[in-house]
C-alpha cells in the first residue's frame, strides 16, 4: 500500500474522531497523523506521502478551520503539484445550526486539491443527510466523508466505518 499521511484541524474534538479511525484502521504511525494546530510545519511534509487524508471542521461561511487557511494559500499561490497523489477528504459540520454551509470545507478542499493535479477519493452519496446546501456536494454525493456529530450522533461511527472500507477499496 502506498505512504499514508493524514492533515487535519479540529475545534471540537469531531474531525479527530475520524482522524483517530483512519490512523487505526490504515496503521498510520503518530507522525504521520499531523495536527494542522500542533504538529504541522510546512507544506513539504505533504511530499512525504502518496495517500492523504485531508480533514477539517467547517467554520462561518463554509470555511476552512483557521490552522489550514495559510498552507492553502501557500499551496495555491506557489502552484504546488498534487499530481500523483491520492487525497480522501473528510470534515465535520452541524446541519442544523449552520445547514446552509454543512461540511464547505470539504468542496473548497476538492477546488484546490484537484485544481493542483491531485486524484480526490471517497465520495460519499448525500442521501442520508440533512441539510439546506453544501459546497462538499457533486452531483448527487459529498466529495468526502461528512459528519455531523452534533445532531445525528447516532450516525458517526457506521458513516466512518463504511467510508474507511470505501477508501480501503479505491486504494
Request: with cysteine.
Amino acid at each position: 500500500m502506498s505512504k499514508v499521511g493524514i492533515f487535519y484541524a479540529s475545534a471540537g474534538g469531531n474531525t479527530t474522531i475520524v482522524a483517530e479511525a483512519l490512523k487505526e484502521a490504515f496503521e498510520v504511525d503518530d507522525d504521520a497523523c499531523v495536527s494542522m494546530e500542533d504538529d504541522f510545519d510546512s507544506v513539504e511534509q505533504f511530499e512525504e506521502y502518496d495517500t492523504l487524508f485531508i480533514g477539517s471542521s467547517t467554520w462561518g461561511q463554509g470555511d476552512v478551520h483557521f490552522s489550514w487557511v495559510d498552507p492553502l494559500f501557500e499551496i495555491s499561490s506557489d502552484g504546488i503539484d498534487f499530481s500523483g497523489k491520492k487525497i480522501a477528504l473528510f470534515g465535520a459540520g452541524d446541519s442544523q445550526t449552520h445547514g446552509e454551509h454543512f461540511c464547505s470545507a470539504l468542496g473548497k478542499f476538492y477546488q484546490l486539491f484537484s485544481k493542483a493535479g491531485a486524484e480526490i477519493i471517497g465520495f460519499v452519496n448525500a442521501d442520508d443527510y440533512n441539510y439546506e446546501a453544501s459546497l462538499a456536494l457533486m452531483g448527487d454525493k459529498f466529495c468526502g466523508l461528512a459528519i455531523d456529530n452534533i445532531n445525528e450522533e447516532d450516525k458517526t461511527e457506521e458513516r466512518v466505518q463504511k467510508w474507511i472500507e470505501q477508501l480501503k477499496a479505491e486504494l
